[in-house]
């Protein structure tokens, strides 16, 4: 088991940019492939990125493919979220997860989480 805490969630103006980060507690951080979701109002939670526990392999979801970027530095236990060129429709709150299955993109695949960062982007 891993505890997650994100952070780096705010406020910013649509075409603006943010990072997400998400500090992971634990020994076995590294064996963790990670990913982040996000979930709007009245909406289901939904993948967005995920990364192999070496960091060598990323996948995106369609919507954010090009804009986002996912990494990871294992020597601190953290993953980010690099968002760029955001849109009002990003607007959700973004969760980071870990799961021990590579290619996960649906929830019930990831083990832990965290408690979720606000992200709200303004026309």
């Known amino acids: 088991q891993v505890q997650l805490v994100e952070s780096g969630g705010g406020l910013v103006q649509a075409g603006g940019s943010l990072r997400l980060s998400c500090a992971a507690s634990?020994?076995?951080?590294?064996?963790?492939?990670m990913g982040w979701f996000r979930q709007a109002p009245g909406k289901e939670r939904e993948f967005v990125a995920a990364?192999?526990?070496?960091?060598?392999?990323?996948y995106y979801a369609d919507s954010v493919k090009g804009r986002f970027t996912i990494s990871r530095d294992n020597a601190k236990n953290t993953v980010y979220l690099q968002m760029n060129s955001l849109k009002p429709e990003d607007t959700a709150v973004y969760y980071c997860a870990a799961t021990t299955y590579w290619r996960a993109i649906l929830t019930l695949e990831y083990d832990d989480w965290g408690q979720g960062t606000q992200v709200t982007v303004s026309a």
């Open positions: 634990g020994r076995t951080f590294s064996t963790y492939t």
């Open positions: 990364i192999s526990w070496r960091g060598g392999s990323t």
